[in-house]
């Protein structure tokens, strides 16, 4: 019998058990609020935001999706607060444009950190972040997005990780000098679109970071790599590689998702892959009458309509006014994503590689958010979720962070 067929055999049998015992709701929330009080719950990827900086990302209420008021309404342990650069320059300029913002967002953790008043702790290592967890306190884990931020020389790598950086992801929007992105850049200057593939996924630079994250202990992280890149960093690593907020390509056919391709290899490595409740990835692109309006919005704004990513290439739109038409036209198209969707593709990785490889990283403070999980206050809504669709205790406890400490525990090389 193959892993799929059984998993699939094993989910339908819990899903009709679960039916048959759950009388009314009220006792189905109780048992969410018991398992998910009892899981350690990591948010794998989340992007900082910086206090009295104008954000369209926040809450409505102009604070962080995962402020430590929300993560605890939620019962959120932890998150992964990513220190994250957009496109730049592969000039002197640019890298140090690069290493002064993650420098900035270092500083905006590190004093949020500081602040007693939160009971909030940085986690370097699997131990603190149980003992934070045993004694009810948040932690934050520090991550770096886009090698940008290492300029031209990774040696900055072994900065990062002493000053408590443990997941480390190459890219991000455009290729780099160290691997290719799922995402080529416009480059406004020419006119034209970065090749798909820059360096037939990673570098030799790329590779040498690789090598010296796993040296020093930190976590690989593929989201946003090319699918050509994530597979190379798979063979490099020595590590189970994380995808911290990367969703389905089969269920929503996006170059930023992933690949059956990678997900069997992820699953095949040990790795983990942490879905996320962004529209973007979320969305039915099989769906005929959307996929005429998403091309019909890009049109109408000027953009290349065959590029289906439906938020995608808004930054190459020259006029404010018709970007936020834009933005505002697709977001309204995809406004009816529910959570449901997101644990479809939770689904998708378990019955595909086993509920051992899959996560939750949200995204937030980047554009993500979807109706019944909008912020980390709605964190309980994940486990009531999983729990109706037939996982078990053991399940959710993976899904929601055991599945990322082990890979932690193994990247660090502690037990």
């Not at 398992?35 to 990591?42: C, G, N, S, W």
């Not at 993560?71 to 592969?90: F, N, T, Y």
């Not at 934050?140 to 997941?167: H, K, T, W």
């Not at 109706?388 to 525990?409: H, M």
Request: glycine share 8%; with cysteine; charged share 20%.
């Amino acid at each position: 019998m193959s892993p799929t067929f059984a998993s699939l055999i094993t989910t339908s049998l819990a899903l009709l058990l679960l039916s048959a015992c759950s009388e009314s709701s009220p006792p189905m929330m109780s048992d969410a609020q018991s398992i998910h009080r009892d899981a350690i719950t990591i948010d794998a990827h989340a992007d900082i935001e910086l206090p009295g900086q104008p954000s369209s990302y926040v809450g409505s209420d102009g604070l962080s999706k995962v402020s430590p008021e929300k993560m605890r309404s939620g019962g959120l342990d932890a998150v992964v607060m990513s220190i994250a650069v957009g496109p730049k320059p592969r000039t002197a300029e640019g890298y140090a444009e690069a290493r002064r913002i993650a420098e900035t967002e270092l500083a905006a953790v590190q004093t949020l950190v500081a602040d007693s008043a939160d009971n909030i702790i940085l986690a370097t290592d699997p131990r603190a972040l149980k003992d934070a967890h045993a004694q009810d306190q948040l932690a934050l884990i520090l991550g770096m997005q886009n090698a940008l931020i290492l300029g031209s020389d990774a040696a900055y790598l072994d900065e990062l990780y002493g000053a408590g950086v443990r997941v480390f992801a190459l890219t991000h929007m455009g290729h780099n000098d160290y691997a290719d992105s799922s995402r080529p850049l416009f480059n406004a200057a020419t006119g034209s679109r970065e090749p798909d593939a820059e360096h037939g996924g990673l570098s030799d630079l790329g590779v040498a970071a690789i090598q010296r994250i796993n040296a020093l202990g930190g976590i690989v992280d593929i989201a946003q790599l090319s699918r050509q890149a994530a597979l190379q960093a798979m063979e490099v690593s020595t590590s189970p590689v994380i995808a911290s907020h990367s969703n389905v390509q089969a269920l929503t056919a996006v170059s930023r998702n992933l690949s059956d391709e990678e997900i069997d290899r992820i699953g095949a490595t040990g790795g983990v892959i942490h879905v996320a409740p962004f529209r973007g990835y979320l969305f039915d692109s099989a769906n005929p009458q959307l996929d005429r309006a998403i091309r019909a919005a890009r049109r109408t704004a000027g953009i290349d309509e065959d590029y289906l990513y439906p938020f995608e290439l808004y930054w190459e739109i020259q006029d404010p006014a018709v970007k936020t038409a834009f933005l505002t036209n697709v977001s309204e198209l995809l406004n009816d994503i529910t959570l449901s969707d997101m644990l479809d593709h939770v689904d998708y990785i378990a019955q595909r590689i086993g509920v051992d490889h899959v996560g939750i990283g949200t995204d937030f403070n980047h554009g993500s958010g979807i109706e019944g999980f909008v912020d980390a206050s709605d964190a309980l809504n994940v486990t009531a979720g999983l729990l109706d669709r037939g996982y078990s205790k053991s399940d959710v406890a993976k899904i929601w962070g055991g599945n990322f400490l082990r890979v932690w525990q193994q990247s660090a090389r502690q037990e």
